[in-house]
Every structure is written in structure tokens, then in C-alpha cells.
């Protein structure tokens, strides 16, 4: 029995890194597997200050991006985070079998601590195990995430592991898949560092809902190696992100993409690479916007979701309460 589970964060915008770390395995694994369940997790977005009604926004959008990139709601259940109220229960009792130090120890947790306005909110250092919850609550065997995510679903693996050692087998130890692993998506402004929504400017990514013209302008202005080949190099990260970004997107291999352009310059290069994101996109972007015309449609694909998928959560919260001692009436 293979069931995959994961959730990207409701926080403004998802872009390409988020899509082609995240989405698209999403949408291979569906059919290969025997369950998929896709998560927006809102209550991981508030670890930091969020503005109510863009969250609100935010979370269906975020949903609309997963069915517009092909995620089937026939095929896999979709649904929002903060409506199974068993993420937050079963997050607090793994709280409470994992140590500061683990917490304090997660890379995601150093850099986005002291850069609040607000302070660092406890959450933002309990995260993980709020996600350990939302992956062992359904007894999950693969957790497919982008490489930034692995440090969590081996803490989720160690806690899962601890568990089932205190108390005899209780929650399924789940795998990562990184499918594009070595291969994360860099920022377009700077090749040294992930493209990230959180990043300080927009040339850092492009996001799934820009324009032909701002998708062709971002490419145009992202920064390129000191080097004038068009291939694909460990010295040189930047033209090697965006060969792998259209490797992704065209799915063709990175040495036929090499091949194509031998001999040609950058400009070129880049021209070719922004028509192919804009292609990529367009029917995308036209399938996001009609769901995001139809809200109740949207609303009443993650409720049924939700609802499919309530009866696994329950059992689990309600097998973890019996082993620790708690009482279900
Ligand atoms: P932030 O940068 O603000 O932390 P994010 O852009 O990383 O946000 P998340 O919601 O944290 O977005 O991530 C959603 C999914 O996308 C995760 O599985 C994550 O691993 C993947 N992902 C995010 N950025 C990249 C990237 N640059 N390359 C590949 N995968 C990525
Ligand atoms: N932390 C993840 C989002 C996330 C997640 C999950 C991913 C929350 N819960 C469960 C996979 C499985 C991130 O992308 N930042």
C-alpha cells in the first residue's frame, strides 16, 4: 500500500521552484500510487504575520494552482490544512516526544528565526512537528517535497521511530522523494540561493501567475556566468539552473537543450527559454483563473476532500491517544 502525502504553505505566490520541486511529482505519483492526498497548510503559514484576508486568498489560490497544474481531485483528495482538526491535536502530543535541541537543529528554523518584525513565534520552531503530524496522521509512505523539505521528513521519520518504540507499531515510517534532488531550483537573481517566494526581489523568481511580458522581462534580466557556452557545469550554477528549468519544463534532456544552442549566445538562449516558461504557462494560468471564478465550485472540491479523507485521520489520532494513556469517550 503506497500513500503519498504533502502541502505547500498558502503564502502569496507558488512559482516554478515550488512547482517543479513539489507539483509536478505530485502529478506523476498519482497514478502510480494507490493514494495521494495534497495539503494547504495555512497553519504553517501563520508562524509568521499574515495578513487575514490575503491568507484567505492565498490558500484557495494555492489549491486552484494545484488542479490547474493537473492535480485530479478524482484521483487524489485535496483539501485544506486548519480544516481536519486533527493536525493540531496529534501536533501537540508529538510535541511533547521531541526534543529543543531537534527543533533548534533545523536549517528552515535558523534562517527564518530573527528575521520577524514580530519576534520569533514559538511556531516557527514547532513547525516540524506540525508536519510530522500532517504526514503521520494518515500513515503516509512517501512524502514527495523539494530537497529544503528532506531535514523535516527525517525528523518526522525519528519521531515516527520513537513512537512506535515507546509503544509498539503505531505510525508508518515514511520515505522522501526529491525528484529533481542536486537539481533545486536556484533563484534567477542569484544562483547561490533557492528561488523562494520569500525572496527580496521578484527577479529572484517567477511566479506561476506572471505575465508573458514579466515572465520574458525576469528571464531577459536573470543573471548568467562569466562563461559564454550554453552548458550545463558545476562552475557555473547560473546558466545550469535556468538548462535545468527548461529540461523541466519541456521535458527534454539538459544535453539535447546543450546541443540546440551550441554555438548560440545567451541572448538567444534566453529568448528560446522565456517562450518556453510563457507556453508552459498559458493553459495553466487559464485553468487556475476559471477555478478562482468559481469559488463555491473550489470550496466544495476541498470539503469533499477533506471530508474523504477524515475517517484515516481519526483513526490514527484516536490509536496515538489509547497508547499514551488519553481517554476517547
Ligand atoms: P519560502 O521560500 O518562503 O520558504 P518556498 O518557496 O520554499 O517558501 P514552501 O511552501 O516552503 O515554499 O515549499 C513548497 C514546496 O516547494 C516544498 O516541497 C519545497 O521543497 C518546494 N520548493 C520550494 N522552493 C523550491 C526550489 N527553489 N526548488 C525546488 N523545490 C522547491
Ligand atoms: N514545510 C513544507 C510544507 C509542509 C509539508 C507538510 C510538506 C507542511 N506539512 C507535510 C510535505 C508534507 C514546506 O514546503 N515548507
Known amino acids: 500500500m503506497r500513500r503519498i502525502f504533502s502541502g505547500i504553505q498558502p503564502t502569496g505566490i507558488i512559482h516554478l521552484g515550488n512547482y517543479l520541486g513539489a507539483i509536478k511529482q505530485w ?16 497553519l504553517h503559514a501563520i508562524t509568521v504575520r499574515q495578513d487575514p484576508e490575503k491568507l484567505r486568498q492565498a490558500t484557495l489560490s494555492t489549491a486552484a494552482w494545484y488542479l ?33 535541541g531537534e527543533l533548534e537543529r533545523m536549517t528552515q528554523f535558523k534562517d527564518k528565526s530573527n528575521h520577524e518584525k514580530t519576534g520569533t513565534g514559538a511556531g516557527l520552531l514547532t513547525y516540524p512537528t506540525l508536519m510530522a503530524a500532517d504526514i503521520l496522521l494518515y500513515q503516509a509512505t512517501n512524502v514527495p517535497v523539494g530537497e529544503d523539505q528532506v531535514q523535516h521528513v527525517e525528523l518526522t521519520r525519528d519521531i515516527a521511530k520513537r513512537f512506535n518504540n515507546l509503544y509498539g507499531q503505531t505510525l508508518v515510517v515514511p520515505e522522501y522523494s526529491t525528484k529533481i534532488a542536486g537539481k533545486r531550483i536556484m533563484g534567477l ?68 537543450i546543450e546541443d540546440q544552442f ?31 471564478a468559481n469559488p463555491q465550485h473550489l470550496e466544495a472540491i476541498l470539503r469533499a476532500g477533506s471530508e474523504k479523507i477524515a475517517p484515516l485521520a ?15 469517550l
Not at 27 to 42: L, T
Not at 68 to 79: L, N
Not at 263 to 273: D, H, N, P, Q, S
Not at 315 to 323: E, F, H, P, R
Open 314 to 328: 481519526q483513526k490514527t489520532l484516536s490509536d496515538v491517544k489509547q497508547k499514551i494513556g488519553l481517554i476517547n
Open 27 to 42: 502529478v506523476e505519483m498519482q497514478d502510480k500510487v494507490d493514494e495521494s492526498i495534497f495539503c494547504v497548510v495555512d
Open 68 to 100: 490547474a497544474c493537473g492535480v485530479d481531485p478524482e484521483k487524489s483528495a485535496i483539501f485544506i490544512q486548519s480544516t481536519r482538526p486533527e493536525h493540531t491535536e496529534l501536533g501537540w502530543i508529538l510535541n511533547c516526544y521531541t526534543q529543543i
Open 262 to 292: 551550441l554555438g548560440k549566445g545567451y541572448g538567444e538562449f534566453k529568448i528560446a527559454l522565456g517562450q518556453a516558461i510563457i507556453d508552459f504557462l498559458a493553459p495553466i494560468q487559464a485553468k487556475h483563473n476559471e477555478l478562482m
Open 189 to 256: 537573481d542569484d544562483a547561490t540561493k533557492k528561488m523562494s517566494k520569500s525572496a527580496p526581489s521578484e527577479y529572484n523568481y517567477i511566479a506561476l501567475s506572471d505575465s508573458p511580458e514579466k515572465i520574458m522581462q525576469k528571464v531577459k534580466k536573470a543573471v548568467t556566468d562569466s562563461g559564454t557556452q550554453i552548458q550545463h557545469d558545476t562552475d557555473q550554477p547560473a546558466i545550469s539552473n535556468l538548462l535545468n528549468i527548461f529540461s523541466e519544463i519541456t521535458n527534454q534532456e539538459v544535453t539535447e
